[in-house]
């Protein structure tokens, strides 16, 4: 099979590019190009940061900022809501503007290592209160609200220690 036909069948088999592409394919494609994502810097009324706890073989253990990234066709706007949905299960308003650009190369990682990510200041509506569930706050996904930068950041998160 030539690259030409190999490519056609992917094509032709991807019913729904803007509902994201599946595993495979995403993590070739993130082997061959950056990812474009949004990371959401969310305060509350008193300073706070709200972070979630993430575990997983390309970041490891750590609190970090929210974020997603962007799909096919997809604009900032609707990716900041829909990972505002995913993970805090509400939206946010958010300053257009984003507080920094950054370009993330993580030459140790063979997929998901080059990222150009958009930092956005971000709240959640008046009122919000955190559900964790069922969770403790080690478990993927846990939300907690930071006073200051915790120690445990995520490596790739460093760069944005001076927002939090």
Request: proline letters at 6%.
């Amino acid at each position: 099979m030539t690259i030409a036909e190999a490519v056609r069948t992917l094509d032709e088999n991807i019913a729904d590019r803007r509902a994201g592409l599946p595993d495979d394919i995403f993590y070739f494609i993130s082997r061959t190009t950056p990812m474009v994502n949004v990371d959401l810097l969310i305060r509350d009324e008193s300073g706070r940061t709200l972070l979630s706890w993430r575990d997983d073989e390309y970041c490891k253990k750590g609190w970090h900022i929210p974020g997603g990234i962007i799909r096919y066709m997809e604009t900032f706007e609707r990716r900041i809501q829909k990972t505002a949905e995913r993970e805090l299960g509400v939206g946010v308003s958010y300053d257009p503007t984003p507080l920094s650009i950054e370009e993330i190369i993580l030459p140790e990682l063979r997929n998901r290592g080059h990222f150009i990510s958009f930092l956005y200041k971000c709240a959640v509506p008046k009122g919000y209160a955190l559900d964790n569930g069922e969770k403790n706050p080690e478990t993927p996904g846990y939300l907690m609200w930071h006073d200051g930068c915790p120690e445990n950041l995520i490596k790739v998160h460093e760069r944005y220690r001076k927002f939090i």
